[in-house]
């Protein structure tokens, strides 16, 4: 059986939706955000080095010419579609004038095909939820959740900064709107067992979101959670424990959820653990080889769940 049978991959479902392969283009609007700027805290999350911009390409003025440098970094240069992914801080976090002018701006490039946000649940005052079903209108506009957690004690252990009530209002928001919801998770937050981490997935399964990014914990320089980790208040996940939760997660989603990530995506430099996780492409071919050997299938234990939950 092959991957995009096991489960339900970005890279397949962009295929059978858009006809070819879709390429993601990760750009950073130059925002902030809420445990940051002061707002609801000043230190940001416990892990965040920088709001995962690692790799992102400052947008401008010129958003178009952004989007074009952003193409030369993509390894297939022969690409035609593109995913606008304003992947830094959190990417409702502006006036909404700037929001309407950047967005509006982006999806004006005849090579994207899709804009995907990354933000926060607290961070979508209604307006800027029309603005986004406006948007939508043109072309489909995706929001990305920074949950990471179900678990308020874990939250307010990582500073997120809001309750699981603001997720769930902001998904039905969102969904009214009409637009998508993918919904981030981490997997080896400090303090949480496998059985916290498959509940926080089925939780994201029950949203109805419709996709999903499974994320390692990283431990990156610079961040309270490095402090935390060298004076051992807490062990990063072996690789092997990495694959058995993530195997636990992926069966008790539905089977049309779609997965978008099966692992993180580390800044190499300032990782200082799990170093395993450095290099992607083995931890990939370890997973797939591990469904293949547990005979993994996307949804296994869904029925139960959602059975169980009536
Ligand atoms: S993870 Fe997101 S919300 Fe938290 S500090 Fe980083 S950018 Fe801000």
Known sequence: ??????????????RQRFGEKVYKLALDGGFTCPTRDGTLDTRGCIFCAGGSGAFTVPVGKDVHTAIEQAKTLVADKGGKKYIAYYQSYTGTYAPLERLHALYTQTLSHPDVVVLSIGTRPDCLPEEVVALLGE??????????LGLQTVHEATARTIRRGYPLAAFDD???RLHEAGIEVIVHM????????????????RYIGQSGAEGIKFQLLHVLEGTDLAEDYRKGRFSVLTL???IRVLERCVEAIPADMVIHRLTGDGA??????????ADKKQ??????RAFER???????????????SE
């Open 283 to 288: 931890v990939l071919n370890a997973i797939h």
């Open 294 to 308: 547990d005979g993994v299938i996307q949804g296994k234990h869904w029925n139960e769940v959602s059975a169980g």
């Open 240 to 242: 092997e424990e990495y």
């Open 186 to 201: 981490i997997l080896g937050l400090p303090g949480e067992t496998p059985e916290m981490m498959a509940e926080t997935a």
């Open 170 to 172: 902001a998904v039905r």
């Open 268 to 277: 190499k430099r300032e990782l200082i653990a799990p170093l395993w996780s």
């Open 1 to 14: 059986m092959t991957d995009t049978l096991r489960y339900r991959s970005l890279n397949a479902t962009l």
């Open 135 to 144: 948007l939508n209108a043109v072309k489909p506009v995706w929001v990305e």
